[in-house]
Protein backbone atom coordinates (compact mmCIF):
# COMPACT_ATOMS: atom_id res chain seq x y z
CA UNK A 1 0.00 0.00 0.00
CA UNK A 2 1.33 3.50 -1.09
CA UNK A 3 2.14 6.19 2.13
CA UNK A 4 0.22 8.69 2.65
CA UNK A 5 1.91 12.34 1.51
CA UNK A 6 2.29 13.29 5.07
CA UNK A 7 3.97 10.24 6.12
CA UNK A 8 5.98 9.95 3.15
CA UNK A 9 7.55 13.60 4.17
CA UNK A 10 7.78 12.88 7.69
CA UNK A 11 10.10 9.27 6.50
CA UNK A 12 12.51 11.65 4.66
CA UNK A 13 12.85 14.06 7.85
CA UNK A 14 13.28 10.97 9.77
CA UNK A 15 16.48 9.59 7.14
CA UNK A 16 17.69 12.67 7.27
CA UNK A 17 17.59 12.99 11.12
CA UNK A 18 19.45 9.51 11.40
CA UNK A 19 21.71 10.41 8.91
CA UNK A 20 22.79 13.80 11.43
CA UNK A 21 22.67 11.44 14.11
CA UNK A 22 25.21 9.10 12.83
CA UNK A 23 27.50 11.79 11.94
CA UNK A 24 29.77 14.11 14.66
CA UNK A 25 31.66 17.10 14.20
CA UNK A 26 35.76 16.58 14.14
CA UNK A 27 38.14 18.44 15.90
CA UNK A 28 39.21 20.03 12.50
CA UNK A 29 35.25 21.53 11.83
CA UNK A 30 34.20 19.10 9.57
CA UNK A 31 32.11 16.03 10.16
CA UNK A 32 33.56 12.60 10.91
CA UNK A 33 31.77 9.24 10.01
CA UNK A 34 30.76 7.08 13.03
CA UNK A 35 30.52 3.45 13.30
CA UNK A 36 27.01 3.04 11.71
CA UNK A 37 27.38 4.35 8.41
CA UNK A 38 28.64 2.97 4.93
CA UNK A 39 32.19 4.23 3.50
CA UNK A 40 33.56 4.60 0.10
CA UNK A 41 36.17 6.19 0.21
CA UNK A 42 39.00 4.74 -1.79
CA UNK A 43 41.21 2.27 -0.25
CA UNK A 44 44.56 4.00 -0.27
CA UNK A 45 48.35 2.51 1.03
CA UNK A 46 49.77 4.45 4.24
CA UNK A 47 52.62 5.57 2.41
CA UNK A 48 52.24 7.50 -0.66
CA UNK A 49 55.32 7.68 -2.90
CA UNK A 50 56.02 11.53 -3.83
CA UNK A 51 54.62 13.04 -7.34
CA UNK A 52 57.65 13.69 -9.44
CA UNK A 53 57.43 17.89 -10.44
CA UNK A 54 56.52 19.03 -13.37
CA UNK A 55 59.21 18.05 -16.60
CA UNK A 56 59.01 16.14 -19.61
CA UNK A 57 56.67 13.71 -20.10
CA UNK A 58 58.31 10.03 -19.92
CA UNK A 59 58.07 7.62 -22.85
CA UNK A 60 58.80 4.10 -23.53
CA UNK A 61 59.05 3.13 -27.09
CA UNK A 62 59.33 0.15 -28.99
CA UNK A 63 58.53 -2.05 -25.51
CA UNK A 64 56.24 -5.58 -25.53
CA UNK A 65 53.36 -4.80 -23.49
CA UNK A 66 51.59 -6.70 -20.99
CA UNK A 67 49.06 -4.35 -19.45
CA UNK A 68 47.95 -7.12 -16.29
CA UNK A 69 44.80 -7.41 -17.86
CA UNK A 70 44.89 -11.14 -19.25
CA UNK A 71 45.01 -10.18 -23.22
CA UNK A 72 47.63 -10.83 -25.53
CA UNK A 73 51.13 -9.12 -25.32
CA UNK A 74 51.24 -5.74 -28.00
CA UNK A 75 54.11 -5.74 -29.69
CA UNK A 76 55.86 -2.03 -30.20
CA UNK A 77 54.26 -0.46 -27.82
CA UNK A 78 54.31 2.82 -26.72
CA UNK A 79 53.35 3.92 -23.29
CA UNK A 80 53.47 7.46 -21.99
CA UNK A 81 53.62 9.10 -18.46
CA UNK A 82 53.37 12.44 -17.19
CA UNK A 83 54.44 12.79 -13.46
CA UNK A 84 52.88 9.99 -11.58
CA UNK A 85 50.07 9.01 -14.23
CA UNK A 86 49.75 6.87 -17.35
CA UNK A 87 47.95 9.08 -20.14
CA UNK A 88 48.45 6.70 -23.15
CA UNK A 89 49.42 2.93 -23.59
CA UNK A 90 49.26 1.29 -26.96
CA UNK A 91 50.61 -0.20 -30.15
CA UNK A 92 53.35 2.78 -32.07
CA UNK A 93 50.83 3.51 -34.55
CA UNK A 94 48.00 4.59 -31.81
CA UNK A 95 49.69 6.68 -29.47
CA UNK A 96 50.89 9.68 -29.78
CA UNK A 97 54.51 10.85 -28.21
CA UNK A 98 54.61 14.19 -26.85
CA UNK A 99 57.83 16.07 -29.25
CA UNK A 100 59.54 17.12 -25.93
CA UNK A 101 59.09 13.91 -24.23
CA UNK A 102 62.33 11.88 -22.64
CA UNK A 103 62.45 8.68 -25.10
CA UNK A 104 63.17 5.56 -23.58
CA UNK A 105 64.34 2.86 -26.47
CA UNK A 106 62.45 -0.28 -25.18
CA UNK A 107 62.95 -2.47 -27.78
CA UNK A 108 63.06 -6.04 -26.68
CA UNK A 109 62.08 -5.52 -24.03
CA UNK A 110 58.12 -6.18 -21.74
CA UNK A 111 56.99 -3.60 -19.87
CA UNK A 112 54.14 -4.87 -17.52
CA UNK A 113 52.44 -3.12 -14.36
CA UNK A 114 54.73 -3.15 -11.03
CA UNK A 115 54.19 -6.70 -8.91
CA UNK A 116 51.73 -6.81 -6.33
CA UNK A 117 52.05 -8.93 -3.17
CA UNK A 118 49.65 -9.69 -1.07
CA UNK A 119 51.10 -11.39 1.58
CA UNK A 120 54.52 -9.75 2.87
CA UNK A 121 55.75 -10.15 6.70
CA UNK A 122 58.12 -6.81 6.20
CA UNK A 123 59.23 -6.80 10.27
CA UNK A 124 59.12 -3.00 10.01
CA UNK A 125 62.37 -2.81 8.27
CA UNK A 126 62.84 -0.64 5.65
CA UNK A 127 65.94 -1.62 4.28
CA UNK A 128 64.69 -4.85 3.38
CA UNK A 129 61.74 -3.78 1.59
CA UNK A 130 63.50 -1.19 0.05
CA UNK A 131 65.41 -4.35 -1.79
CA UNK A 132 62.21 -6.46 -2.73
CA UNK A 133 61.12 -2.73 -4.58
CA UNK A 134 64.08 -3.13 -6.46
CA UNK A 135 63.21 -7.01 -6.73
CA UNK A 136 59.81 -5.06 -8.77
CA UNK A 137 57.21 -4.95 -5.99
CA UNK A 138 56.03 -1.53 -6.24
CA UNK A 139 52.72 -2.60 -3.80
CA UNK A 140 52.70 -5.05 -0.64
CA UNK A 141 49.98 -5.72 1.95
CA UNK A 142 51.65 -6.60 5.24
CA UNK A 143 48.91 -8.43 7.53
CA UNK A 144 50.90 -8.39 10.53
CA UNK A 145 51.17 -5.89 13.34
CA UNK A 146 49.22 -3.52 14.76
CA UNK A 147 49.41 -0.27 12.74
CA UNK A 148 51.64 1.98 15.90
CA UNK A 149 54.32 -0.26 14.33
CA UNK A 150 54.76 1.09 10.98
CA UNK A 151 55.93 4.45 11.78
CA UNK A 152 58.97 3.95 10.30
CA UNK A 153 57.69 3.55 6.92
CA UNK A 154 57.67 7.88 6.93
CA UNK A 155 61.06 8.38 7.64
CA UNK A 156 62.37 5.97 5.10
CA UNK A 157 65.48 7.04 3.78
CA UNK A 158 64.94 5.20 0.79
CA UNK A 159 62.16 4.30 -1.43
CA UNK A 160 59.59 1.50 -0.26
CA UNK A 161 56.98 0.33 -1.92
CA UNK A 162 53.54 1.45 -1.51
CA UNK A 163 52.29 -0.72 1.69
CA UNK A 164 48.70 -1.45 2.82
CA UNK A 165 48.36 -2.90 5.93
CA UNK A 166 45.63 -5.15 7.77
CA UNK A 167 46.55 -3.47 11.75
CA UNK A 168 46.33 -6.58 14.52
CA UNK A 169 45.00 -9.76 13.69
CA UNK A 170 41.62 -10.33 15.22
CA UNK A 171 42.19 -13.13 17.59
CA UNK A 172 40.34 -15.29 19.91
CA UNK A 173 42.05 -15.61 23.27
CA UNK A 174 44.75 -16.82 24.45
CA UNK A 175 46.26 -15.26 20.94
CA UNK A 176 49.30 -16.80 19.39
CA UNK A 177 51.03 -13.46 19.13
CA UNK A 178 50.12 -11.63 22.00
CA UNK A 179 52.00 -8.39 20.24
CA UNK A 180 50.19 -8.98 17.10
CA UNK A 181 46.62 -9.37 17.89
CA UNK A 182 43.70 -7.59 19.24
CA UNK A 183 41.77 -10.14 21.34
CA UNK A 184 37.81 -10.33 20.40
CA UNK A 185 36.03 -10.38 23.50
CA UNK A 186 32.46 -10.19 22.36
CA UNK A 187 30.35 -9.35 19.33
CA UNK A 188 30.07 -5.11 19.48
CA UNK A 189 34.05 -5.68 20.70
CA UNK A 190 34.72 -7.43 17.18
CA UNK A 191 32.80 -4.53 15.33
CA UNK A 192 34.33 -1.79 17.02
CA UNK A 193 37.89 -3.57 16.24
CA UNK A 194 36.77 -3.11 12.72
CA UNK A 195 35.87 0.13 12.86
CA UNK A 196 39.06 1.14 14.36
CA UNK A 197 41.47 -0.50 12.06
CA UNK A 198 39.92 1.18 9.26
CA UNK A 199 39.65 4.29 10.93
CA UNK A 200 43.07 4.29 11.92
CA UNK A 201 44.35 3.36 8.32
CA UNK A 202 44.12 -0.51 7.49
CA UNK A 203 42.79 -1.59 4.49
CA UNK A 204 41.98 -4.69 5.09
CA UNK A 205 41.00 -7.41 8.20
CA UNK A 206 43.02 -10.26 9.07
CA UNK A 207 41.65 -12.67 10.97
CA UNK A 208 43.82 -14.87 12.90
CA UNK A 209 43.07 -18.79 13.51
CA UNK A 210 42.19 -19.09 17.30
CA UNK A 211 39.16 -16.49 16.52
CA UNK A 212 35.83 -18.81 16.73
CA UNK A 213 33.55 -19.17 13.86
CA UNK A 214 30.52 -17.04 15.92
CA UNK A 215 32.44 -13.89 15.08
CA UNK A 216 33.15 -13.97 11.95
CA UNK A 217 29.64 -12.67 10.40
CA UNK A 218 29.47 -9.46 12.69
CA UNK A 219 33.41 -8.95 11.39
CA UNK A 220 32.15 -9.43 7.67
CA UNK A 221 29.54 -6.65 7.88
CA UNK A 222 31.41 -4.37 9.72
CA UNK A 223 34.08 -4.36 6.72
CA UNK A 224 31.86 -4.48 4.31
CA UNK A 225 30.41 -1.16 5.89
CA UNK A 226 33.47 0.16 5.30
CA UNK A 227 34.45 -1.48 2.35
CA UNK A 228 37.63 -3.52 3.50
CA UNK A 229 38.19 -7.18 2.09
CA UNK A 230 38.62 -9.80 5.46
CA UNK A 231 41.58 -12.82 4.73
CA UNK A 232 42.05 -15.00 7.11
CA UNK A 233 44.85 -17.47 8.61
CA UNK A 234 42.43 -20.68 9.40
CA UNK A 235 43.59 -23.45 11.48
CA UNK A 236 40.84 -24.25 14.02
CA UNK A 237 37.65 -22.92 11.76
CA UNK A 238 36.93 -25.37 8.92
CA UNK A 239 37.31 -23.00 5.85
CA UNK A 240 33.81 -23.80 4.27
CA UNK A 241 32.32 -22.68 7.24
CA UNK A 242 34.28 -19.24 7.43
CA UNK A 243 33.18 -18.52 3.38
CA UNK A 244 29.48 -19.26 4.15
CA UNK A 245 29.97 -16.63 7.21
CA UNK A 246 31.17 -14.40 4.41
CA UNK A 247 35.05 -14.89 4.32
CA UNK A 248 36.20 -13.34 1.13
CA UNK A 249 40.49 -14.04 1.49
CA UNK A 250 41.71 -17.65 2.75
CA UNK A 251 45.88 -16.70 3.63
CA UNK A 252 47.58 -20.18 2.85
CA UNK A 253 46.61 -23.36 0.90
CA UNK A 254 46.79 -24.75 4.14
CA UNK A 255 43.64 -22.89 5.93
CA UNK A 256 41.61 -25.21 3.42
CA UNK A 257 43.06 -28.48 5.35
CA UNK A 258 40.63 -28.99 8.19
CA UNK A 259 37.60 -28.65 5.89
CA UNK A 260 38.76 -31.29 3.57
CA UNK A 261 40.23 -34.35 5.57
CA UNK A 262 38.46 -37.06 6.82
CA UNK A 263 36.23 -35.51 10.54
CA UNK A 264 38.69 -37.83 12.46
CA UNK A 265 42.20 -36.48 11.10
CA UNK A 266 40.37 -32.90 11.25
CA UNK A 267 39.33 -33.12 15.21
CA UNK A 268 42.98 -34.51 15.99
CA UNK A 269 44.77 -32.06 14.01
CA UNK A 270 42.61 -29.27 15.67
CA UNK A 271 43.01 -30.92 19.12
CA UNK A 272 46.90 -31.05 19.39
CA UNK A 273 47.14 -27.10 17.60
CA UNK A 274 44.30 -26.03 20.12
CA UNK A 275 46.72 -27.86 23.08
CA UNK A 276 50.05 -26.62 21.54
CA UNK A 277 49.83 -23.89 18.74
CA UNK A 278 53.40 -24.90 17.73
CA UNK A 279 52.23 -28.01 16.60
CA UNK A 280 50.90 -26.42 13.92
CA UNK A 281 54.21 -26.44 11.69
CA UNK A 282 54.41 -30.16 11.38
CA UNK A 283 50.90 -30.83 11.83
CA UNK A 284 49.56 -29.23 8.73
CA UNK A 285 51.51 -32.15 7.07
CA UNK A 286 50.52 -35.09 8.55
CA UNK A 287 47.04 -33.81 7.89
CA UNK A 288 47.03 -32.94 4.08
CA UNK A 289 49.09 -36.00 3.73
CA UNK A 290 45.67 -37.73 4.35
CA UNK A 291 43.29 -35.73 2.02
CA UNK A 292 42.53 -37.07 -1.22
CA UNK A 293 42.65 -34.89 -3.81
CA UNK A 294 40.41 -36.14 -5.94
CA UNK A 295 37.33 -36.58 -3.77
CA UNK A 296 33.79 -35.06 -3.37
CA UNK A 297 34.42 -33.32 -0.57
CA UNK A 298 37.62 -31.61 -1.76
CA UNK A 299 35.77 -30.44 -5.12
CA UNK A 300 32.61 -29.25 -3.05
CA UNK A 301 34.71 -26.65 -1.03
CA UNK A 302 36.41 -25.93 -4.33
CA UNK A 303 33.09 -24.94 -5.68
CA UNK A 304 31.79 -23.24 -2.62
CA UNK A 305 34.64 -21.38 -2.96
CA UNK A 306 33.86 -20.24 -6.37
CA UNK A 307 30.74 -19.60 -6.22
CA UNK A 308 31.38 -17.13 -3.28
CA UNK A 309 34.21 -15.10 -5.30
CA UNK A 310 36.57 -16.55 -2.77
CA UNK A 311 40.37 -15.17 -3.00
CA UNK A 312 42.84 -18.22 -1.61
CA UNK A 313 46.34 -16.90 -1.76
CA UNK A 314 48.28 -20.17 -1.50
CA UNK A 315 52.10 -18.82 -0.25
CA UNK A 316 53.28 -22.29 -1.81
CA UNK A 317 57.15 -20.84 -1.10
CA UNK A 318 56.36 -21.66 2.45
CA UNK A 319 55.35 -25.22 2.56
CA UNK A 320 57.72 -26.06 -0.08
CA UNK A 321 59.27 -29.56 1.08
CA UNK A 322 61.26 -32.14 -1.17
CA UNK A 323 62.70 -35.93 -0.24
CA UNK A 324 66.08 -35.36 0.37
CA UNK A 325 66.09 -31.76 2.66
CA UNK A 326 67.38 -31.67 5.61
CA UNK A 327 64.82 -33.02 8.38
CA UNK A 328 61.75 -33.87 5.36
CA UNK A 329 59.96 -37.30 6.25
CA UNK A 330 57.46 -38.84 3.46
CA UNK A 331 54.80 -36.93 5.21
CA UNK A 332 55.92 -33.52 4.79
CA UNK A 333 56.81 -34.69 0.91
CA UNK A 334 52.82 -35.97 0.51
CA UNK A 335 51.27 -33.15 2.17
CA UNK A 336 52.92 -30.55 0.24
CA UNK A 337 52.14 -32.53 -2.99
CA UNK A 338 48.52 -32.46 -2.00
CA UNK A 339 48.70 -28.94 -1.70
CA UNK A 340 49.90 -28.45 -4.99
CA UNK A 341 47.30 -30.84 -6.35
CA UNK A 342 44.51 -28.72 -4.30
CA UNK A 343 45.66 -25.05 -5.85
CA UNK A 344 45.95 -26.99 -9.32
CA UNK A 345 42.66 -28.10 -8.69
CA UNK A 346 40.95 -25.23 -7.70
CA UNK A 347 42.83 -22.83 -10.62
CA UNK A 348 41.30 -25.27 -13.43
CA UNK A 349 38.02 -24.81 -11.31
CA UNK A 350 38.23 -20.99 -11.40
CA UNK A 351 38.93 -19.92 -8.20
CA UNK A 352 40.72 -16.81 -7.51
CA UNK A 353 44.59 -16.90 -6.69
CA UNK A 354 46.59 -14.40 -5.10
CA UNK A 355 49.80 -13.95 -5.43
CA UNK A 356 51.83 -13.28 -2.13
CA UNK A 357 55.05 -14.36 -1.05
CA UNK A 358 55.32 -14.24 2.78
CA UNK A 359 59.03 -13.17 2.24
CA UNK A 360 62.13 -15.61 3.14
CA UNK A 361 61.03 -19.06 2.37
CA UNK A 362 63.14 -22.42 2.13
CA UNK A 363 64.09 -22.50 -1.31
CA UNK A 364 63.86 -19.20 -2.76
CA UNK A 365 67.25 -16.99 -3.45
CA UNK A 366 67.42 -14.09 -1.43
CA UNK A 367 65.08 -11.38 -2.30
CA UNK A 368 63.71 -13.59 -5.22
CA UNK A 369 60.53 -14.78 -2.62
CA UNK A 370 58.17 -13.45 -4.73
CA UNK A 371 59.28 -14.88 -8.24
CA UNK A 372 59.96 -18.00 -6.84
CA UNK A 373 56.05 -18.06 -5.77
CA UNK A 374 55.03 -17.41 -9.37
CA UNK A 375 57.59 -20.42 -10.70
CA UNK A 376 56.08 -22.66 -8.18
CA UNK A 377 52.36 -22.00 -9.58
CA UNK A 378 53.62 -22.25 -13.41
CA UNK A 379 56.26 -24.93 -12.65
CA UNK A 380 54.15 -27.16 -10.65
CA UNK A 381 50.70 -25.97 -10.18
CA UNK A 382 50.65 -25.96 -13.97
CA UNK A 383 49.12 -22.41 -14.13
CA UNK A 384 49.18 -20.19 -17.59
CA UNK A 385 52.54 -17.99 -17.24
CA UNK A 386 50.41 -15.11 -18.12
CA UNK A 387 47.37 -15.95 -15.45
CA UNK A 388 50.65 -15.50 -13.14
CA UNK A 389 51.25 -12.42 -14.64
CA UNK A 390 47.55 -11.11 -13.88
CA UNK A 391 47.32 -12.37 -10.91
CA UNK A 392 50.33 -10.45 -9.35
CA UNK A 393 48.79 -7.38 -10.98
CA UNK A 394 45.09 -6.62 -12.17
CA UNK A 395 44.18 -9.94 -9.96
CA UNK A 396 46.04 -8.58 -6.49
CA UNK A 397 44.95 -4.78 -6.71
CA UNK A 398 41.35 -6.11 -7.17
CA UNK A 399 41.66 -7.69 -3.98
CA UNK A 400 43.13 -4.65 -2.40
CA UNK A 401 40.07 -3.16 -3.74
CA UNK A 402 42.34 -0.27 -5.81
CA UNK A 403 42.03 -1.42 -9.32
CA UNK A 404 40.95 1.90 -9.86
CA UNK A 405 44.27 3.15 -9.68
CA UNK A 406 46.88 0.21 -9.51
CA UNK A 407 47.31 -3.16 -11.94
CA UNK A 408 47.42 -2.31 -15.18
CA UNK A 409 48.92 -0.12 -17.92
CA UNK A 410 45.67 2.40 -18.84
CA UNK A 411 45.61 5.48 -19.24
CA UNK A 412 44.63 7.50 -15.56
CA UNK A 413 46.19 4.59 -13.85
CA UNK A 414 49.15 5.42 -11.20
CA UNK A 415 53.00 4.81 -13.51
CA UNK A 416 53.87 1.87 -10.93
CA UNK A 417 55.94 -0.13 -14.29
CA UNK A 418 58.72 -3.09 -14.51
CA UNK A 419 61.22 -3.21 -17.47
CA UNK A 420 61.49 -7.02 -18.05
CA UNK A 421 64.75 -8.19 -20.40
CA UNK A 422 62.68 -11.12 -21.92
CA UNK A 423 59.29 -12.18 -22.11
CA UNK A 424 57.76 -13.48 -18.86
CA UNK A 425 54.50 -14.45 -20.49
CA UNK A 426 56.77 -17.52 -22.21
CA UNK A 427 58.81 -18.27 -19.67
CA UNK A 428 58.42 -17.22 -16.09
CA UNK A 429 62.21 -17.25 -15.36
CA UNK A 430 62.24 -13.99 -17.05
CA UNK A 431 60.42 -12.08 -14.13
CA UNK A 432 63.75 -12.25 -12.63
CA UNK A 433 65.39 -9.79 -15.33
CA UNK A 434 64.41 -6.96 -13.93
CA UNK A 435 65.85 -3.77 -16.21
CA UNK A 436 64.14 -1.18 -14.47
CA UNK A 437 61.53 -0.38 -11.78
CA UNK A 438 59.16 2.64 -11.83
CA UNK A 439 57.48 4.04 -9.00
CA UNK A 440 54.98 6.88 -9.22
CA UNK A 441 56.56 8.49 -12.34
CA UNK A 442 59.54 7.85 -10.97
CA UNK A 443 62.51 5.85 -12.21
CA UNK A 444 64.18 3.70 -9.01
CA UNK A 445 67.86 3.45 -9.62
CA UNK A 446 70.28 0.98 -8.26
CA UNK A 447 71.67 3.13 -5.43
CA UNK A 448 68.03 4.51 -3.96
Known amino acids: MALPRWNKKINWISIGLCCLAFCVLSPSGTYAQQNTCC ?49 DAGPRAEVEIPDHADRLDAAGKTLMPGLIDAHFHSLMDNDRINRYLHKGITTMRDPGHPLRFYQSLHFAEKPVPRMFLTGGHLEGFPPVWESQAVVVRNHAHARQAVYDHVENGATGIKLYFKLPLDYYEV ?29 EGVEHVTSFGTALAGPKESRTFKKRVNAEYGARREERFR ?52 MVRFVEKAYRSGMRIALGSHASVPHADSGWDYQHEMELLVNEVGMDPMDVITSSTMGNARYFRTEQRLGSIEAGKLADL ?29 GD
Not at 219 to 238: C, G, Q, T, W, Y
Not at 319 to 331: A, H, I, L, S, T
Not at 434 to 446: P, Y
Request: glycine letters at 8%; proline letters at 6%.
Open 418 to 446: LLIEGRPDEDIAAMKNIGRVMLNGTWIEA
Open 219 to 247: IMDAASKRNVPVMAHLELVDADDAIRAGL
Open 39 to 87: DDRPLLEVNPPPVPADGAPVAIVGCRLIDGLGGEPVEDAVVVVERNRIV
Open 287 to 338: LWSTIDVESDRVQEVIELAVENDVIMTPTLSVFERYQGDEGVKDFHVKGYRN
